[in-house]
């Protein structure tokens, strides 16, 4: 069974930091780009907060959160994770990793509907 699993959410100041991570498992990530989205409190829709190229040369980050939360990946571990900084309230939402097949490896994509796989989220909660 292909899944991505995600783990590291939890309560955490403003200004504080949490790494999350996401891990598959069925299959190998060296094949696919990642991403992370969010899901905001009475918000219907994900809104995506990074992602990186199958490669891992290539990254993203919208400005809602550039130069504050950081993707790396390490396919030898078949994992992913996001390292969020200077967190802020307005960043408590549920956080999805998924995992893409893109054309070329050094491709990345912030559209949810090019993920193929989706994890079940984690809940984040900046709050004092």
């Known amino acids: 069974q292909l899944q991505v699993k995600e783990s590291g959410g939890g309560l955490v100041q403003p200004g504080g930091s949490l790494r999350l991570s996401c891990a598959a498992s069925g299959f190998t990530l060296d094949d696919y780009a990642m991403g992370w989205f969010r899901q905001a409190p009475g918000n219907p829709g994900k809104e995506g907060v990074s992602c990186i190229s199958t490669s891992g040369g290539s990254t993203y980050y919208p400005d809602s959160v550039k130069g504050r939360f950081t993707i790396s990946r390490d396919n030898a571990k078949n994992t992913v994770y996001l390292q969020m900084d200077r967190l802020k309230p307005e960043d408590t939402a549920v956080y999805f990793c998924?995992?893409?097949?893109?054309?070329?490896?050094?491709?990345?994509?912030?559209?949810?509907?090019?993920?193929?796989?989706w994890g079940l989220g984690t809940q984040v909660t900046v709050s004092s």
């Open positions: 998924a995992a893409a097949q893109l054309p070329y490896s050094s491709m990345w994509s912030i559209d949810a509907e090019e993920y193929d796989y």
